[in-house]
């Protein structure tokens, strides 16, 4: 089947499962504004329904969703131009879900990195919905018959997933219904690691905070961090090659590069042969000037949560004009009876 009978649609979502962080931002969020001048219908999700999967404080996810609504809105997306939704006032998609979880196979499932990180040792005790959670997240794009999914590195294997279960379902059904969705994996920052290892990528669930910027974060923290960033006593190269094998000094080239908007070519050709002493105040005083006028207008959105709580429930009523036709749709090619005026 063709892509390309479906008309372009980008949908994206973030977990609202604790902080925003540099990596959302330089792999994900940076991207979806990007998209919204493109003339395409663009969609931004906080997936609660995903974040549930594992343990959540009620207090703290509802805070949570809202100040990532306020990152959304703070670091460009303008709820006019874009839908922005929370996931779970759109049911169709956990109804969606539910049908691929009979589309989807359990072998699919085992073989995810993420189940398998998330699960850890002992997956007889992981919940059954992070088992499940690629078929719901499948669902929050193919309920949209979104045809472009921004999104870091780390998602790739989630959106061949999404592919698999598109092009099953249309070949169990002898349809042409689901897009088959292409993954939007650009930038110079696709993978941000962890800034005390290099090994590792930047995450909200590592337990050192040194280790990842949040974009709650204060000028002075800022800065602090990225002057404690581990990095190795060489000078910088003046060309790419020459970060292969350092892993730290290549992270760091790359967020200045992303930050800046160049490529880390152009970077190289400007700060090769300075030391670290010298570039880390360089890439702090970019970070400070781009990511702390996100952070004190994601303060300040704060302050009424209940204009944040007025745009995601009308986020919703539109999103829903989308997703309700979609699911009756699904449901009459699987055979459910459909209900009728009485
Ligand atoms: P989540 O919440 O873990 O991350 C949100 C987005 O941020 C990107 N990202 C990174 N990019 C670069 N470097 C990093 N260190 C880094 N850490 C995170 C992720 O790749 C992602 O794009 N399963 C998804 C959420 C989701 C979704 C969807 C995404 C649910 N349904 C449908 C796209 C479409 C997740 O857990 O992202």
Not at 145 to 165: M, N, S, W
Request: hydrophobic residues 40%; glycine residues 6%; proline residues 5%.
């Amino acid at each position: 089947m063709s892509d390309t009978a479906f008309t372009p649609r980008v949908f994206s979502g973030i977990q609202p499962s604790g902080n925003l962080h540099l990596g959302n931002y330089l792999g994900a969020l940076k991207r979806f504004v990007d998209w919204q001048g493109k003339g395409v219908e663009t969609v931004y999700c906080m997936v609660d329904l995903h974040a549930i999967t594992v343990w959540q404080n009620p207090a703290d996810l509802r805070h949570s969703t809202r100040e990532l609504c306020a990152g959304f809105i703070a670091a460009g997306l303008d709820p006019e131009k874009s839908i922005l939704i929370n996931q779970s006032q759109v049911p169709e998609h956990a109804q969606l879900a539910w049908i691929f979880n009979c589309v989807a196979r359990m072998g699919w499932m085992q073989r995810m990195t993420q189940w398998k990180d998330k699960a850890g040792k002992n997956q007889q005790n992981a919940s059954l919905g992070l088992f499940a959670y690629p078929a719901l997240m499948a669902a929050d794009i193919l309920v949209y018959h979104a045809t472009h999914v921004p999104v870091g590195e780390d998602q790739k294997q989630h959106l061949e997933l999404t592919r698999d279960i598109a092009i099953k379902f249309n070949n169990d059904f002898g349809v042409d219904f689901f897009p088959v969705t292409e993954p939007v994996i650009e930038g110079a920052a696709t993978r941000v690691m962890s800034l005390r290892d290099g090994s590792k990528k930047m995450s909200k669930s590592d337990v050192s905070d040194m280790s990842r910027i949040n974009m709650t974060d204060d000028a002075d923290t800022i800065a602090k961090k990225i002057r404690k960033a581990k990095t190795d006593p060489e000078a910088l190269p003046s060309e790419a090659e020459g970060l292969e094998e350092r892993p730290e000094a290549r992270n760091l080239v790359e967020i200045y590069a992303a930050l800046n908007e160049q490529s880390v070519d152009q970077v190289l050709a400007d700060v090769g042969g300075k030391q670290f002493s010298e570039f880390k105040p360089m890439l702090a005083e970019l970070a400070v000037e781009k990511l702390a006028p996100i952070s004190s207008e994601m303060a300040r959105l704060m302050n009424d949560t209940s204009e944040i709580d007025k745009i995601l429930s009308r986020g919703a009523q539109r999103a829903r004009e989308v997703t309700a036709p979609v699911l009756r749709k699904t449901y009459d090619i699987v055979g459910m009876v459909p209900p009728v005026e009485t």
